[in-house]
């Protein structure tokens, strides 16, 4: 089988290397002998982005009788993405849509996302549960991000799963793919969430530079202009051709856009940096703080019950969030959103929902039934001030 995508076995061109990458995904995807059809993890990200349009290039390549294969894009929408990057990653995979039926290519883009009953603003500030931390297992990421998916793909039991993960986006992504690495080949492994599922990643030895300089290039299904156009927006500048060293170009165009209440982190530097053109995102920045300042327990024990939903005690500034703190977070999410779209129309945008009416009510519901049911979450645990 040949190398994949930028392999370093021997000094190529940017062609060169392309080349191989569609050849070997082309002799994956003829493979009769592993039927099924395929997923692409896809954030519509820059890596993802850059192995979705390898894959559309291989299928492009054969016969129309002889694509057998179904290929399915699979994005999780978390519903509290950067709302920018949101608004992307639906366009994109609509015009995926479109380009593939236009084309006579077996792909279909699918958004998937968490049940109602367990979305981010439910389950904080409806049943009152505190917001996760930086820990191993960033609970939110699995139960937002990959919960879904993998919802999707245990109907699915694709035969490979292609994944945009590389070595030098981070140590902590390195050492997941060297853990759950097939030893027989070092760009395909077992899912470690989904049993029996393979993954391949086509782009593992890619840098960050040549993932953008794969991306100067118009993407199968439209323009790259757009993707371009968010990460200089997120880093500030963007260090497409290395005209400082690659260290800088990494640093420019590694930004990654996640969810813009992400409690994990200290701050939200894409989302801040991308406010400072998009005046609208401001009070996003404003209420991000706002949100992890009350649910600190430490700074904020009055903010917590003492005690988990199930009654059990715990010490003060711990457990969930009481109820009356909820209401007051709610509240202020719901100016937040007006105070956004104040902007937004200003500037002739359309308006951006924070929080849907579905969540609302089921929200106030769960307040209704946890006063109802639940009065020691009602109130603070009484702090001793000896301790």
């Given at each position: 089988?040949?190398?994949?995508?930028?392999e370093?076995a021997?000094p190529?061109?940017?062609?060169?290397?392309?080349?191989a990458?569609?050849?070997?995904?082309?002799?994956?995807?003829?493979?009769?002998?592993?039927?099924g059809p395929?997923?692409?993890?896809?954030?519509f990200?820059k890596?993802?982005t850059?192995v979705?349009s390898?894959?559309?290039?291989?299928?492009?390549?054969i016969?129309?009788?002889g694509?057998?294969?179904?290929?399915y894009v699979?994005?999780?929408d978390t519903k509290i993405?950067?709302?920018?990057?949101?608004f992307?990653?639906?366009?994109?995979?609509?015009?995926?849509?479109?380009?593939?039926?236009?084309?006579a290519?077996?792909?279909?883009?699918?958004?998937?996302?968490r049940?109602?009953?367990?979305?981010f603003?439910?389950v904080h500030?409806?049943?009152?549960?505190p917001?996760?931390?930086?820990?191993?297992?960033?609970?939110?990421t699995?139960?937002l991000?990959?919960?879904?998916?993998?919802?999707?793909?245990q109907?699915?039991k694709?035969a490979?799963?292609l994944?945009?993960?590389?070595?030098?986006?981070?140590?902590r992504?390195?050492r997941?793919?060297?853990?759950?690495e097939?030893?027989?080949?070092?760009?395909?492994?077992?899912?470690?969430y989904?049993?029996?599922?393979?993954?391949y990643?086509?782009?593992?030895?890619?840098?960050?530079?040549?993932?953008w300089?794969?991306?100067q290039?118009?993407l199968p299904?439209?323009s790259?202009?757009?993707i371009?156009?968010?990460y200089?927006e997120?880093t500030?500048?963007?260090g497409?051709?290395n005209?400082?060293?690659a260290?800088?170009?990494r640093?420019?165009?590694?930004?990654?856009?996640?969810?813009w209440?992400?409690?994990?982190?200290q701050r939200?530097?894409s989302?801040?940096?991308m406010?400072?053109i998009?005046e609208?995102?401001?009070?996003?920045?404003?209420f991000r703080?706002?949100?992890k300042?009350?649910?600190?327990?430490?700074?904020?024990?009055?903010?917590?019950?003492?005690?988990?939903?199930?009654?059990?005690?715990l010490?003060?500034?711990?457990g969930c969030?009481?109820?009356?703190?909820?209401?007051h977070?709610f509240?202020?999410l719901?100016?937040?959103?007006?105070?956004v779209?104040?902007?937004?129309?200003?500037?002739?945008l359309?308006?951006?929902?924070?929080?849907?009416?579905?969540?609302?009510?089921?929200?106030?519901?769960?307040w209704?039934?946890?006063?109802?049911?639940r009065?020691?979450?009602?109130a603070a645990?009484?702090?001793?001030?000896?301790?």
């Open positions: 089988m040949q190398l994949s995508l930028f370093d021997k190529l061109t940017l062609v060169e290397k392309v080349r990458a569609v050849d070997e995904i082309k002799e994956l995807y003829l493979d009769r002998t592993t039927p395929w997923a692409v993890a896809c954030s990200g890596d993802s850059t979705l390898l894959v559309c290039r291989a299928i492009q390549e016969p129309v009788d694509r057998w294969r179904e290929v699979v994005t999780s993405e950067n709302p920018e990057m949101e992307y990653a639906h366009n994109q995979s609509r015009l995926v849509n479109e380009w593939a039926k236009e084309n290519i077996p792909i279909t883009s699918r958004i998937v996302s049940e109602l009953k367990r979305s603003w439910v500030l409806g049943k009152g549960y917001l996760p931390g930086n820990g191993r297992d960033r609970t939110c699995h139960q991000k990959i919960e879904p998916q993998n919802n999707f793909l109907e699915l694709p490979l799963l994944l945009g993960s590389r070595d030098d986006e981070s140590s992504r390195a997941t793919i060297a853990k759950y097939d030893e027989k080949a070092s760009r395909f492994g077992e899912s470690p989904q049993k029996g599922i393979k993954f990643t086509p782009i593992r030895t890619v840098t960050t530079e040549e993932i300089e794969f991306l290039a118009p299904w439209g790259s202009i757009e371009r156009r968010l200089r997120a500030g500048e963007c497409l051709i005209p400082a060293g260290t800088k170009a640093n420019a165009c590694g930004a990654r856009f996640g969810c209440v992400c409690p994990p982190l939200d530097k989302t801040e940096n406010a400072l998009h609208w995102l401001h009070p996003l920045t404003e703080k706002e949100l300042e009350a649910w600190d327990g430490k700074k904020n024990p009055q903010n917590r019950s003492g005690f988990m939903r199930n009654q059990k005690l010490k003060p500034g711990q969030i009481t109820i009356p703190t909820r209401k977070l509240q202020r719901m100016e937040v959103q007006e105070e779209n104040d902007i937004r129309e200003q500037d002739g359309d308006p951006l929902v924070l929080i849907d009416d579905e969540e609302i009510e089921t929200i106030q519901a769960q209704v039934e946890d006063e109802q049911d009065p020691w979450l009602m645990m009484p702090v001793d001030p000896a301790v």
